[in-house]
């Protein structure tokens, strides 16, 4: 072949793919998503030990960050609707899903990358469209659940709570617990204000990803350690730090902004 004409080819050949990255590139940035497919989850015979994938969590919302702040509200009252297994997902990612794949890094800060939380869900009947009721451990790096318990243990995990209704109307109870061990094998005591720190962390992106749902969370700081650790089935080195319950909200949470305004404004006139 004459090589004018392989050099007009090859040239073609190089415009059609920078001119159709280019596009894709565009579309991208109008927000187009992709469609990406979640393996099958399989909810026939789920077991003690069997692990469910969650469906892939997604990096993009309807909400903004700062709708998300201004709508972060503790929430007590939730309706009686069952939470999807997608919004479970997106809120198992906010407290620890990984968001580096180099390291494994993750969606909350950790002192050292030495990662001391465990997350567990606790599901009541009907709680998780297509979940059985039960307790189930997160499995961090696989996005995963597996069924530690099987059953409703609403009542037992509300007593250990002292009794606040809210854990017992909850869809679902989010606990962290945390192995000191895992930070304080390196830093020593000090290790111990950093686990601190850190479920304070997963407990903001939790309730952050639940305003961004239109969902509604507390964080629980006042229940029985050991009840609550029996309950979950954690072994005797993990200690439950949070219980996160989450729902439906009775009423959404808004800030009015011009009230907001309204109130700085009174605030800088010293009225
Ligand atoms: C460490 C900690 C422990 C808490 N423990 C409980 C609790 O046991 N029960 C509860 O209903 N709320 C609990 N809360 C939520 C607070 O009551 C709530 O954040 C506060 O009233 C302010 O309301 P807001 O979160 O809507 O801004 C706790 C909050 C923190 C930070």
Redesign the pocket.
């Known amino acids: 072949m004459n090589l004018k004409y392989l050099v007009i080819i090859i040239a073609v050949i190089i415009i059609i793919v920078v001119a159709t990255s280019i596009v894709i590139e565009l579309l991208y940035r109008e927000g187009v998503e992709v469609e990406i497919t979640t393996p099958p989850i399989n909810m026939t015979n789920i077991t003690i030990g069997s692990e469910i994938f969650l469906p892939y969590p997604r990096i993009k919302g309807d909400i903004s960050l700062e709708e998300a702040l201004s709508m972060?509200?503790?929430i007590?009252e939730y309706k009686d609707i069952s939470l999807t297994l997608e919004q479970l997902s997106q809120l198992l990612w906010a407290a620890q899903g990984i968001n580096e794949v180099r390291r494994g890094f993750r969606t909350a800060p950790s002192a050292g990358a030495t990662y001391p939380l465990e997350v567990y869900v606790v599901i009541r009947p009907n709680g998780v469209k297509g979940l059985p009721a039960g307790i189930y451990h997160y499995n961090i790096r696989r996005h995963s659940l597996t069924v530690i318990k099987l059953g409703d243990f609403r009542k037992e995990l509300t007593e250990a709570?002292l009794g606040?209704t809210?854990v017992y109307e909850a869809p679902i109870n989010i606990v962290i617990t945390a192995i000191y061990e895992r930070t304080t094998r390196r830093y020593g005591e000090r290790g111990i204000r950093y686990v601190h720190m850190e479920v304070?962390h997963v407990?903001q992106n939790v309730y952050l990803q639940a305003a961004a749902l239109e969902l509604g969370t507390?964080?629980?700081?006042?229940?029985y350690d050991g009840e609550v650790r029996e309950i979950i089935g954690a072994s005797k080195d993990e200690h439950p730090l949070y219980i996160m319950p989450v729902g439906v909200p009775e009423k959404l949470y808004r800030l009015n902004y011009e009230d907001l305004i309204k109130y700085y404004e009174r605030q800088r006139s010293g009225s």
């Not at 507390?218 to 229940?223: D, L, P, S």
């Open positions: 972060r509200r503790s007590r709570a606040q809210w304070g407990g507390v964080v629980i700081g006042a229940f």
